[in-house]
């Protein structure tokens, strides 16, 4: 597929998305999506999604929790939804920086997150997300199966 190919192919997939009827999707699509996820469309994955771009993986991801946002008590305010669409977008945070064989839980801090929300331009779509760091941290953490009970995550 040629680089032409590939970027009418995303503006196709993004076009279903949107306009959208959810101010905050539609935000994540201008400010995230269009923007500094662009990066990862060439950033083929490993493990259970082999083949797949990080970019299409993330989209694929917010797709379904935004679709969950419905959901009557589940998601109480925009802050929860961008909150947690920024977590899914680096939720796979090992696949995207120099892990040098680090386990998950030794990559997935708070320094290496708050950089990477960064360099995707989070402050464009949440400028208050470092408010909420901790618990960006904490929902990227629970992706892995190995780290959901721990004695931190009790309370």
């Not at 950089?115 to 760091?133: I, K, M, P, Q, V």
Request: aromatic share 8%; with cysteine.
């Amino acid at each position: 597929m040629t680089d032409q190919e590939q970027t009418i192919g995303e503006q196709q997939y993004l076009a279903l998305l949107g306009p959208s009827d959810t101010p905050v999707l539609q935000s994540y699509v201008d400010e995230i999506a269009n923007r500094g996820l662009r990066k990862y469309r060439k950033h083929i994955q490993t493990g259970k999604k082999e083949g797949q771009s990080y970019y299409k993986h993330a989209l694929d991801g917010v797709m379904v929790l935004v679709r969950l946002f419905d959901l009557p008590g589940l998601v109480q305010n925009d802050v929860e939804q961008r909150c947690l669409l920024l977590a899914f977008t680096v939720h796979d945070i090992n696949k995207v920086v120099d892990s040098r064989g680090r386990k998950y839980v030794d990559i997935a801090d708070p320094e290496t997150i708050a950089t990477e929300l960064e360099s995707l331009g989070a402050d464009n779509f949440f400028s208050e997300w470092r408010t909420y760091l901790p618990d960006i941290v904490d929902l990227v953490q629970l992706h892995q199966e190995h780290l959901a009970v721990t004695a931190a995550r009790f309370d």
